[in-house]
């Protein structure tokens, strides 16, 4: 199976997107929506990684519960895809959730049921898979 | 938060029947997933995962005061 994230919108505070999972047969698995920092030219701890394709692993801490590595981004260490809900829980990372809300009326997006979606994750995708970003 | 021997007890108790309770909601997904049941209709469930493996990982954490009021009982602060 692999996995292809769409990012539908960006701006100074934050990118939203659609990360998709797809049997080898292309055919659709489920989805989940992303949450992720805005593009700051892959600056440390306040930017999203570069498109690209990553091989992704899961993994389990007592920190993030379930959660996933992507391998080899181009100058980041530990770039995960974990819950939360609010983009300055992230240093990089992509949050998961099943939606997005606007949770302040200033459109700074939120994920909405962020360990349901990493648990379905966990349940549904193997040990490895590849992850494009688009 | 330092605990008695009995509320050690009690969390080693709580973890191994929370661990129990995952592995078994696990084993009923992908049962119900294999008779070919989709994503949505398991979404309960999945929610009861969830629920169980946040407070396993509470326990874990030793953040007994945000575990559920009965458990909770166990530990007054």
Redesign the interface.
């Known amino acids: 199976m692999y996995a292809h994230l769409i990012r539908t919108e960006s701006n100074a505070t934050f990118t939203t997107g659609t990360m998709s999972f797809y049997t080898d047969s292309r055919s659709p698995m489920f989805s989940v929506r992303t949450l992720e920092r805005p593009w700051l030219n892959n600056m440390r701890k306040i930017s999203c990684i570069p498109c690209g394709l990553y091989l992704v692993t899961k993994r389990y801490s007592l920190k993030h519960g379930h959660h996933f590595l992507i391998q080899n981004v181009l100058n980041r260490d530990a770039i995960l895809i974990h819950r939360g809900n609010h983009v300055h829980e992230s240093q990089g990372c992509i949050l998961v959730g099943m939606g997005l809300q606007d949770c302040d009326g200033f459109k700074n997006n939120a994920t909405l049921d962020s360990r349901k979606a990493i648990e379905l994750m966990d349940l549904e995708l193997p040990e490895s898979f590849n992850l494009f970003i688009q | 938060m330092e605990l008695n021997a009995k509320q050690t007890i009690a969390v080693k108790e709580e973890i191994h029947r929370l661990k129990l309770l995952i592995a078994l909601d696990?084993s009923s997904?992908?049962e119900k997933r294999g008779q070919g049941a989709t994503?949505n209709d398991l979404?309960g469930l999945?929610?009861e995962?969830?629920e169980h493996?946040?407070q396993l990982?509470l326990l874990?954490?030793g953040r007994f005061s945000e575990l559920p009021y009965v458990f909770k009982l166990q530990f007054p602060l």
């Open positions: 696990k997904y992908n994503i979404v999945c929610s995962i969830v493996q946040h990982r874990q954490l």
